[in-house]
């Protein structure tokens, strides 16, 4: 997938009965919890677009990593590809530092935003202020110092926000338990907040609730 001067790897899973996309975007390399992800979201009805924001030259760059602008630009360009190709709506669900340039990243399309253990601190106040779409933030409760920063970046926020936090996980919310808390939290809401004319359309897919602690809200 080509966006301004840069080809970035990326792996789009789309059936004729998907309802929306998600965008799971790294600034680097796709792991294996970007993977695990795409695949719970695809079983509850969503396509998916796997992407890394950096060429293969650039990974391992601590600059580029938190280079906000320029992986929000790549991911703009990522989902007006998206959208050009598909004409469905599609939904950020971004890490770390992603999760910044997904604030500042709004483009035609989108209806909601995750952050699983993202930075949204580092998007400049008057980007958290522009966001339109509701946003999801997952947090791991022994990230304290996100937590912190993360509190402060959502009073800025004037659209629909939440924080929610996993007991006993760390940064990035890897391991079996945190990311299936994560995948849960990302389905619900996203199924929750498809636009209207698709949740009629396409109603979501049948499935037994998965078992799992009652997460705090914040």
Known sequence: MRTGRVRLTARLSLTDSDRAVAVLASGGRSTLDDRYLARVLHQAGF???VTD???ADEVGCPHDVFDVPLLAGRLRGA???????TGLPYAYVAADTVAAAAVEATAPGLFAIVSRGGRPDLAPPA??????VPTLIVVGSLDTRVLGRT???VDW???EHRIVLVPGAPHL???PPALAAVADLAREW???RLPRTVREERPSPVRPPSPGAVLPQV
């Open 173 to 175: 919310l890897t391991g």
């Open 53 to 55: 924001l950096l060429a």
């Open 190 to 192: 996203l199924s929750a």
């Open 127 to 132: 980007a958290l202020a522009a966001v339109r």
């Open 151 to 153: 509190r402060v970046a």
């Open 157 to 159: 926020m004037h659209c």
């Open 79 to 85: 989902a007006t590809w998206l959208y050009g190709r």
């Open 47 to 49: 396509g998916t677009l």
